[in-house]
């Protein structure tokens, strides 16, 4: 991120909401679950993790401030520790690059994971049996979709 603001000052950069909720699942999830198949413990996680959504989907700061309140209010002081990551990890730091409200005003056309750059880089050729052509070299199926050449069996 460093990087971006260093090289092109006036860019607007955001934060792929993909790995900020792999993050808030590594770090949250083991205070809920701590044995997996206890079916209690995995419905207060889910809940848990569907404040974080509602957050993160707040449409304006009015909605945003409403469900920090209610994540506060609902869970310290109980899961004080994982509220706190919430809000200093990504909140405090990010909500500009991260929440809908904020995320929204600038033009991103929907795309707000890295995903689809990561599923590129996944097909050019993570495993052995795939060709080493870059993604220009891809076959294309009459659906549109890419299939990278598969090497001849020996």
């Given at each position: 991120?460093?990087?971006?603001?260093h090289?092109?000052?006036?860019?607007?950069?955001?934060?792929?909401?993909?790995?900020?909720?792999?993050a808030?699942?590594?770090?949250?999830?083991?205070?809920?679950?701590r044995?997996?198949?206890?079916?209690?413990?995995?419905?207060?996680?889910?809940?848990?993790?569907?404040?974080?959504?509602?957050?993160?989907?707040?449409?304006?700061e009015?909605?945003?401030?409403?469900r920090l309140?209610?994540?506060?209010?609902?869970?310290v002081?109980?899961?004080?520790?994982?509220?706190?990551?919430?809000?200093?990890?990504?909140?405090?730091?990010?909500?500009?690059?991260?929440?809908?409200?904020?995320?929204?005003?600038?033009?991103?056309?929907?795309n707000?994971?890295?995903?689809?750059?990561?599923g590129?880089?996944a097909?050019e050729?993570?495993?052995q049996?795939?060709?080493?052509?870059?993604?220009h070299?891809?076959?294309?199926?009459?659906?549109?979709?890419?299939e990278?050449?598969r090497?001849?069996?020996?």
């Amino acid at each position: 991120m460093n990087a971006v603001a260093h090289c092109f000052p006036g860019s607007i950069s955001l934060l792929c909401l993909w790995h900020a909720n792999k993050a808030v699942l590594a770090y949250c999830r083991p205070a809920f679950v701590r044995r997996e198949g206890d079916e209690q413990s995995i419905e207060k996680w889910t809940e848990f993790f569907g404040y974080w959504f509602a957050i993160v989907n707040s449409i304006d700061e009015e909605a945003y401030n409403r469900r920090l309140d209610e994540l506060e209010r609902r869970y310290v002081p109980e899961y004080v520790d994982e509220v706190s990551y919430i809000k200093q990890t990504w909140l405090d730091l990010y909500k500009e690059k991260l929440v809908k409200a904020w995320v929204d005003q600038h033009a991103h056309f929907g795309n707000n994971v890295t995903s689809r750059v990561e599923g590129i880089h996944a097909l050019e050729g993570a495993s052995q049996e795939l060709t080493t052509r870059p993604f220009h070299h891809m076959e294309w199926d009459q659906a549109g979709t890419a299939e990278p050449a598969r090497r001849p069996s020996r």
